[in-house]
């Protein structure tokens, strides 16, 4: 049974940061490819970061370059991201995907593995 479950979530004032953590479980074969995705009620499911587990690349969206960062745990087997200087826009549901394709940041929900979600408000 896969799961994938976030954690790190909460409320931060603008210009702080959170680190997101998402734990994976169940899977019986590596898994390739991972991301962060976020939603705000009433708008479209976003990528927002995304990498590759051998470490061969990782993946931005343009809104967040520079600010935050995604790291994979191999050990562990988890993905992070971390979260500077946020903005009252970051703030949403923030999702963590497992076993995505190219192109990562494309939300294809039927596809991989997908967590419930934690919240982010930054205000």
């Known amino acids: 049974h896969v799961q994938l479950v976030e954690s790190g979530g909460g409320s931060v004032q603008v210009g702080g940061s959170l680190r997101l953590s998402c734990a994976t479980s169940?899977?019986?074969?590596?898994?390739?490819?991972m991301g962060w995705f976020r939603q705000v009620p009433g708008k479209e499911r976003e990528g927002v970061a995304a990498l590759y587990t051998d470490g061969s690349a990782t993946y931005y969206a343009d809104f967040v370059k520079d600010r935050f960062t995604i790291f994979y745990d191999n050990a562990k087997k988890t993905v992070d991201l971390q979260m500077n200087n946020l903005k009252p826009e970051d703030t949403a549901l923030y999702f963590c995907a497992a076993d995505l394709i190219f192109p990562p940041l494309e939300v294809r929900l039927d596809v991989g593995y997908w967590g419930q979600g934690t919240q982010v408000t930054v205000s």
């Open positions: 169940g899977f019986n074969y590596g898994i390739y490819c």
